[in-house]
DNA sequence: ACCCCCTGTGAGTCCGGTCTCAATCCTAAC
DNA sequence: GTTAGGATTGAGACCGGACTCACAGGGGGT
């Protein structure tokens, strides 16, 4: 109860100054360390400040120096560990610089995002770093980035908005991955997604999110290299909670010509697809062979272990931060780097189809 | 460039209220939805404000009503997906009633710790939720607790500090679950965490986290029901990166008497533990039992799918966050629940040790 | 016709810092 | 002994809202 006395205001530098015997300007002076102050004030000051443990308003400093030191993450879901580790990147970077993070999830919807981005702008961060729930739907992005707020997107590019973004092109590692599939003597390679759309996938439809139109892009060309098709029916979008994975999944294997491949395009959706296919009895890679986007750690621990295409997440999160606040300090963005890559590695889920192997 | 002109300045209430011509008191009455307004005067407020797209300076609010919405998250680590879900649980419950959320790593350094909890208070955070580095060295929480902010403490309790605290009680299930593994005919069982400590594990030591101190509590209890005693050679703290356990794993498995069981004290630590067992050419459970602390998705996808402790980290989360918003809008916490309690879930991972099948 | 009270309204203060500006000091150079 | 010029210093404006206060009208009661 030491401190009480009916709810302690908080110490100003105001009283700084009373304590001090100086005015509050010099007072301000001192603590904030500019102007001229003499070495006698600056003492009488620093000390008061120590006895009263006086401690800076940031939201009144914010104020008036315009800075809030803090910028916003908007992400879809920082429990999929995908955005977990891309946060830590973006922390670390932006604790080195003095900055903090004001994170908020939109569950990949729109009008989250809209919302969250306001709210962001609304708390005058000083910049914002966003993963983008649709690559098409951006007005909202785009009034930020007119409005002249530092933005960086993640993940994902947003058409026709001229936004520094850090992302790994898909087209060229999805080809890579599609035609290790085909090679191995698959043809009917399956794609789960949760993406949502209006209407199941028809090739070349409009997408809303990049990422994935540059992985069915990159499918597309690898079948159509050795003159096949991708079947439309065999990519799978909407694949939401666990169990629509699981009847999707199920769907795919289950039909009268059943895929012999799957793709997972997140960790998420990896776990489900992989537990369905254990459900129905089947084993990997004897039956079915698998392939999931992110390199997690436990993919290394099933048996076998998993072959995944591995993202530079933690980096593209220090990226992201870093750009971002390049742009907030006014400096010139980074000579534009070699850019991210993904990366196939066969570990043990790809195998020849059980026909190829007759 | 339309909007540009050097840097546009944000609009105010000021500016409403000259192009409404209205005064700026009537402005802010309209906009704040306070004091009487005329119904003609709130339209046209309303309407300039839309014209300009007007948006109220939440600093500037946070200033003179002390308070800023925002709560302030302080863990360990958002990689781990523990805190991860976590995590969502804040989140989600601070978005349904308005809050936001400030969050800050500490990587479980107790400076790191003490520095997020000064910067929050700083920005005036309504109230915080921290997963203290520490049980022991409370200074910094205590202050927090002092000066009147609101502070709740999240999966471990802090020593002599009267705080909300949400964690489970880990005595029981680590008995529970002890007692399971010598129950199957183990007597080498180790125990492996991160938690950082001066000297190698000794009986009775104090230790920093409560959690782990609970957990060996209920473990020497299990032994000691049966007449023996958990060898503290056993106990292996300070497991901290991948290399690291890995090299506890296997002085553990090649020791003279090899242990028959390992417990892992968190999803990280399990990663590295099975990946080492597995180097080793053992297998689960065969060679050697295990047993591991959270119950994530990829646990049921390993063969055997690993025994785990479940906690509900979700859950744990949401109640953090609701009983903190509680104490910030000063209601009367909720009637102290049932409190939480992990559960042992039985998969495959634990087995009658070798010895004992003869 | 007079008074009271309630609704509307604008001027101005305050929150807690930063920063401008003019006044005062002090010291070295003339 | 002056004086120019830099170092110090305090008063007060300002950031952008929230809120207090005094005051103007207008309707109802008597």
């Not at 999931?292 to 980096?315: A, G, H, K």
């Amino acid at each position: 109860m030491s401190n009480n006395g009916s709810r302690r205001r908080e110490i100003t530098v105001a009283d700084v100054a009373k304590a001090a015997q100086v005015s509050k300007a010099q007072a301000a002076r001192a603590l904030g360390n500019y102007g001229a102050v003499s070495e006698d004030v600056r003492s009488r000051v620093l000390a008061a400040a120590e006895e009263l443990s006086y401690r800076p308003n940031e939201l009144a400093r914010s104020m008036n120096t315009g800075k809030s030191n803090t910028i916003g993450v908007v992400v879809g879901d920082i429990e999929n560990p995908h955005f977990g580790l891309a946060t830590r990147g973006i922390t670390d970077t932006a604790k080195k610089s003095g900055y903090n993070v004001i994170l908020i999830n939109t569950d990949e919807e729109l009008t989250a995002e809209t919302e969250a981005v306001q709210v962001l702008l609304d708390k005058r961060v000083d910049g914002l770093i966003v993963a983008p729930a649709s690559s098409v739907e951006t007005k909202h992005l785009q009034d930020v980035h007119e409005s002249g707020r530092p933005l960086v997107l993640l993940d994902r590019k947003a058409e026709g908005l001229d936004v520094e973004t850090i992302a790994v092109s898909m087209t060229g590692i999805s080809y890579e991955s599609t035609r290790y599939l085909l090679q191995a003597g698959h043809r009917r390679i399956a794609f789960v997604s949760t993406l949502k759309t209006g209407s199941p996938y028809r090739s070349g439809m409009v997408l809303d999110s990049s990422q994935i139109s540059e992985r069915l892009e990159g499918m597309e060309r690898a079948f159509s290299e050795i003159g096949l098709t991708l079947p439309e029916d065999h990519v799978r979008l909407n694949a939401g909670d666990a169990d629509s994975i699981r009847n999707i999944t199920r769907g795919l294997l289950l039909m009268p010509e059943p895929v012999t491949a799957i793709v997972a395009s997140d960790g998420l959706i990896a776990l489900s697809v992989v537990e369905a296919i254990q459900e129905l009895g089947l084993s990997i890679p004897e039956d079915v062979s698998f392939l999931m986007y992110d390199d997690f750690s436990w993919t290394r621990l099933t048996s076998p272990p998993l072959t995944v295409v591995s993202q530079p997440v933690y980096e593209m999160g220090v990226a992201a931060a870093g750009a971002l606040i390049r742009q907030i300090e006014g400096r010139k963005p980074a000579a534009n780097g070699p850019g991210f890559s993904a990366r196939l590695i066969r570990r043990g889920s790809v195998a020849m189809p059980r026909a190829a192997r007759v």
